[in-house]
C-alpha cells in the first residue's frame, strides 16, 4: 500500500526567506504527487501535481515542486515566502483506482 | 461550477443522535472520498466511491458510520448513534476520473456533546 511521510509537524520562517518542506513516499511504481494547502477553517486547495514528464512542476502562488524518484520524494519550495503562505501544507499520494492517501501535514508559520 | 457543496457547514448534536452530513460532487465526477480531519489523527480517510459504487470503505471506524452515494451527484455520511469522540472536521472530495486531483468541499465541523 501506499504511504506519505512528511516528516516536519511545524516549520516557522523569515518573511521573505526561501522554504522547503519535505514529502517522502513509498509506492511500488511511479505514483501521481499532489501537494495541497489549508488554510484555517477551509478545504483543501490543490497547489500542484506531478503525473508525468518534467520532474520539475510549476504550481500556484509562486510554489513548486521536485519529484526525485531515487529518493522518493516530492518536495515543495518557494524561493520567497509571504505573510500569506501561513496554512498547513499536505502532501499526497495516489495512483490508479486506488484512493488518495495523504501525509499528515506541515504547519508553516511565517514571522516578520 | 460551484465546486463541492457540503451541508451543513456546523453541525451540534448531542450523544446518541443521528447525524447526516451531505455531500454534492463537481458535476461530471466520478470519484468521491469523504475524509476526517482531528488535531490527533490527521486526515484520514474514511471511504470512497468511483462511479457511485463504494471502493475502499477500510477507513470506516466502526458499523456507527455509514456512507451512500445512491446518484453521481449526492452523497451522505451518517453516524448513528453519534459519540463525542466523533467530533471533527468532515470533508467530501470528489475527482473526474483515477489519476486527476481531489476538489475538495469547505468541511462540516461536527461538534457531538
Known amino acids: 500500500a501506499q504511504s506519505v511521510t512528511q516528516p516536519d509537524i511545524h516549520i516557522t520562517v523569515s518573511e521573505g526567506a526561501s522554504l522547503e518542506l519535505r514529502c517522502n513516499y513509498s509506492y511500488g511504481a511511479t505514483p501521481y504527487l499532489f501537494w495541497y494547502v489549508q488554510s484555517p477553517g477551509q478545504g483543501l486547495q490543490l497547489l500542484l501535481k506531478y503525473f508525468s514528464g518534467d520532474t520539475l512542476v510549476q504550481g500556484i502562488k509562486g510554489f513548486e515542486a521536485e519529484f526525485k524518484r531515487s529518493q522518493s520524494s516530492f518536495n515543495l519550495r518557494k524561493p520567497s515566502v509571504h505573510w500569506s503562505d501561513a496554512a498547513e501544507y499536505f502532501c499526497?499520494?495516489?495512483?490508479?483506482?486506488?484512493?488518495?492517501?495523504f501525509g499528515t501535514g506541515t504547519r508553516l508559520t511565517i514571522i516578520p | 461550477d460551484a465546486g463541492v457543496i457540503q451541508s451543513p457547514r456546523h453541525e451540534v448534536t448531542e450523544m446518541g443522535q443521528e447525524v447526516t452530513l451531505r455531500c454534492k460532487p463537481i458535476?461530471?465526477?466520478?470519484?468521491l472520498f469523504w475524509y476526517r480531519q482531528t488535531m490527533m489523527r490527521g486526515l484520514e480517510l474514511l471511504i470512497y466511491f468511483n462511479n457511485n459504487v463504494p471502493i475502499d470503505d477500510s477507513g470506516m471506524p466502526e458499523d456507527r458510520f455509514s456512507a451512500k452515494m445512491p446518484n453521481a451527484s449526492f452523497s451522505t455520511l451518517k453516524i448513528q448513534p453519534s459519540e463525542p469522540r466523533d467530533s471533527a472536521v468532515y470533508f467530501c472530495a470528489s475527482r473526474l476520473t483515477v489519476n486527476t486531483e481531489a476538489f475538495f468541499g469547505q468541511g462540516t465541523r461536527l461538534t457531538v456533546v
Open positions: 499526497a499520494v495516489g495512483v490508479g483506482n486506488e484512493k488518495l492517501t
Open positions: 458535476s461530471g465526477h466520478n470519484s
